[in-house]
């Protein structure tokens, strides 16, 4: 005999005055030993504990739960049991399917718990009873929960339901982006199989979509190893339209509720590594460890690099070939593998699919194995054998911090004399992040430390410059004005950054602080002289502008006059002719003698 349904929690108002849910003081009480009894909260449920659960999770309000009970009154008769029929009951926790108390006691179980919960009548039957069990009774329940299932609302209006069999691997989700090998069978409600994959499962990439909207919608929220069923709407599965026949996909009747068994295999990682789609990693084999290899490491690895066709072109590390070693960031590859194996962690394996603007470009180049056509996407499977990083400022002390920025900005000056502004400006920046102002630099280090800030800062200055990234000349020059108000190149460049963004007056009062400490500075004179060309060129700009704008007044004005007179003289006209039709109007019934005045109007 199963339980009837009893009161409802929201029926007595006793939620309202819990001031936590039933779990959360367990959880912040010291946990019950086996043979004590507690009271949870003020509810006037008392739980003893008979036997310990596994883990430590427990079951949330919305999970599907499976119990064994046998209900008693307090003299111990029984009114309930599943153990008499050893078929659990499975139900909605929370939904109202079982007495209002039971809901809560379960919600403090864990899975293969034992416990003797005692509820008071307005938790149990009543003031009317049932069940067997007189009105306004206090009843016990002797519960083991087996297991319970989490249930998921995956779309938020109930489309896709879904229930965890089995919570899967780690705690990682895959995205839109990702490749996803999954198993499935879907079902119409009478539980014909309309569509299932081959025992290996399938893979597609997230972002494709792939049977119908729900499947990916549901992916996104699993982790690897997740087993689950769905519950499908119509509107995400296949709608009013419903499905023909098709390449061993049964007919799915308009407005079906379809079920899915969905298990997410495994899936491969795939990462735009340069923010434009155009160097993509696809991550085959996870690598060791948290940290990546990132710029400046020196690294090592093995690869296979093949074109779209499949043509080799080279191999490094492969049956026997030394493997290849290089620092990133240094200009030693191609950009796409360099930017590449500054992701990867050690041990871990990935094909990576390179553009040629990250490639060999629109030139042809002759490799090991093959030539390389100009404009070719290139393909590499890579595997990171090994990295040594280097050191960040954290793991330095004050004299390597400095000697490692003296470094950083050789390594940049060199570039710049080369041309390589964008990497020369990374170098200083990275100079500038050994002695930056939140190093713990002693005093005697204070004054050599702003120095070197101040050079990094002017040179990272010059590559922006070269690089018309104006904006941020102009913040790397006003860093250097914080420390030296007076510094001539900070304010040379700033006011050379000003005059090519069209800020004429900030430019201005730069070349005059610059003039004022050094009046004989030649770069100063001949920006200042190009500085009154280009004011006299927006003067007479403005000019020509103000004029225009006059002109079209003027002519606005001239033709408004115009229009208006034209205007003035028709409806005098129609006033004459309204006049001359009312004096028509009044002498009709006498004979006319006055043609002419009638002409003449």
């Known amino acids: 005999m199963r339980m009837e349904k009893g009161t409802r929690v929201s029926d007595i108002g006793v939620e309202d005055e819990l001031d936590e849910e039933p779990g959360e003081v367990i959880e912040s009480a010291p946990p019950l030993k086996v043979g004590e009894e507690r009271e949870l909260s003020n509810s006037g449920i008392k739980k003893k504990l008979l036997k310990l659960g ?29 153990r008499d029929t050893d078929e659990p009951l ?39 009873g049932g069940n067997g069990v007189p009105p306004n009774s206090v009843v016990q329940f002797e519960v083991e929960l087996v297991s319970w299932i989490t249930v998921v609302d995956v779309s938020g209006d109930c489309g896709i339901i879904k229930k965890i069999l089995n919570k899967g691997e780690r705690d990682e989700l895959p995205c839109d982006e990702d490749e996803v090998l999954v ?48 519950i499908v709407q119509p509107q995400y599965a296949f709608g009013e339209q419903g499905k023909d026949v098709s390449d061993g996909f049964q007919t799915v009747p308009p407005n079906s509720v379809l079920d899915f068994d969905l298990e997410l295999v495994s899936y491969k990682s795939v990462i735009d590594v340069c923010g434009d789609s155009k160097v993509v990693k696809k991550i085959l084999k996870e690598g060791e460890g948290g940290f990546t290899a990132n710029e400046g490491a020196t690294v090592t690895i093995s ?9 080799v072109f080279e191999k490094k590390g492969i049956d026997g070939d030394q493997p290849l070693e290089f620092i990133t960031d240094e200009e030693q590859v191609i950009v796409g593998l360099d ?17 040629p603007e990250y490639g060999f470009g629109t030139v042809e180049i002759k490799r090991d194995l093959a030539t390389v056509p100009a404009c070719s996407k290139l393909i590499y499977e890579v595997e990171m054998l090994d990295f040594i990083k280097e050191k960040a400022p954290w793991e330095m002390n004050n004299q390597e911090k400095i000697e490692a920025a003296g470094r950083k900005k050789e390594e940049g000056n060199l ?59 102009i913040k790397l020059c006003s860093k250097v ?13 700033r006011a050379q950054a000003y005059m090519e963004i069209g800020d004429l ?13 050094d009046p004989q500075n030649r770069e100063v004179k001949l920006l200042q002289k190009k500085l009154k060309q280009l004011q006299i060129e927006s003067n007479k700009r403005d000019a020509k502008l103000y004029s225009n704008m006059f002109t079209c007044v003027t002519k606005g004005s001239s033709v408004a006059t115009k229009k208006l007179k034209v205007e003035k003289a028709e409806d005098e006209k129609r006033q004459e002719v309204v006049g001359m039709e009312m004096e028509n109007v009044v002498d009709s019934s006498a004979p006319s003698d006055n043609g002419m005045a009638v002409d003449s109007c």
């Open 505 to 517: 007056v900030s430019a201005e009062l730069d070349i005059k602080k610059a003039n004022e400490v």
């Open 339 to 355: 930017r590449v194996a500054a992701t990867m962690r050690k041990g871990e394996r990935a094909i990576s699919t390179v553009d």
């Open 303 to 311: 690869y296979t690099a093949r074109l779209e066709d499949g043509t």
């Open 90 to 128: 499975t139900f909605k926790l929370g939904s109202g399917e079982v007495v209002a108390g039971l809901n809560n006691g379960v919600a403090t179980m864990r899975k293969g718990e034992c416990a003797l919960f005692t509820f008071p009548s307005e938790l149990g039957f009543g003031v009317e």
């Open 481 to 493: 004005l914080v420390y030296e108000f007076h510094n001539v190149k900070a304010l040379y460049r």
């Open 415 to 473: 570039l710049f004399k080369n041309g390589k502004y964008q990497r020369a400006g990374k170098k200083y920046d990275k100079a500038a992040d050994y002695v930056s102002e939140d190093g713990s630099f002693a005093d005697d280090e204070q004054t050599l430390v702003k120095s070197l800030r101040v050079s990094y800062w002017l040179n990272g200055a010059a590559c922006s410059l070269k690089l018309n990234d104006f904006q941020e000349a």
């Open 183 to 230: 198993i499935y069978r879907v079902m119409l409600g009478d539980g014909t199989v309309v569509a299932k994959t081959p025992e290996e499962g399938i893979e597609f990439y997230v972002k494709d979509g792939h049977l119908c909207p729900a499947l990916a919608k549901a992916i996104l929220t699993m982790k690897k190893g997740e087993k689950v069923k769905l």
């Open 54 to 82: 596994l883990s430590w999770e427990t079951p949330e309000f919305g999970d599907e739960v499976t119990i064994h009970y046998v209900g008693t009154l307090l003299d111990g008769t029984k009114f309930d049991s599943t």
